[in-house]
């Protein structure tokens, strides 16, 4: 499954964000550095895959039939330029619902990491949403990247405004999966 989007365009900018692996700090698809302390992540928007950037089609994504299960094909895909992918969708007050679609390994790592941290915790519950604190990042390696730091604070109840927008593909109509999400491996 792809989705296809260019992060300035369709609606989807405004709420678009990434960790600058060059300025250490999450950004908005506008470039602009966003104070971003803590940030409820819903765990049922989670879509695991592989993305990549092109010039002549802008971003890819190929998502896994299964979260968590990669695709069959993953061997081939990377040969064409894809790596690890993740989508969740992200809400705080202050910016109300984001989209964060990234396959950067440095972010891919992190969000990874904190995701499994939230699926162990002792009252973890897929039917509320995971509450992170963004500890500032740091760098890595000799090239002036840095990752991010988040720890996983608690699972919550849903914030009445953390309403997750229908962002199905155009061209090719998202699996209806109508199956709890109990079983995503973190």
Known sequence: MQFEYDDKSDGLGTMYIKHHHKLGKFVGSDGMALELDSF???????KTGLGRYTQENGYEFIWDDKTGVPNPDMDNLVKEGYTKA??????????????????????WNEWYNAMKAAHNASDVDVNKVAVFKYAGSEPVGTYGNYKPNLEFVKWSERPPEFVIP?????VKE????DKPYDDIPF
Request: net charge neutral; proline share 5%; hydrophobic share 35%.
């Open 86 to 107: 993740f989508q969740c969708f992200l809400y705080t007050s202050k910016y109300g619902v984001m989209l964060w679609q990234r396959f950067q390994i440095l972010e």
């Open 166 to 170: 229908d962002i199905t593909d155009p």
């Open 174 to 177: 998202e699996k209806k999966d």
């Open 40 to 46: 409820a992540l819903c765990p049922k928007s989670v």
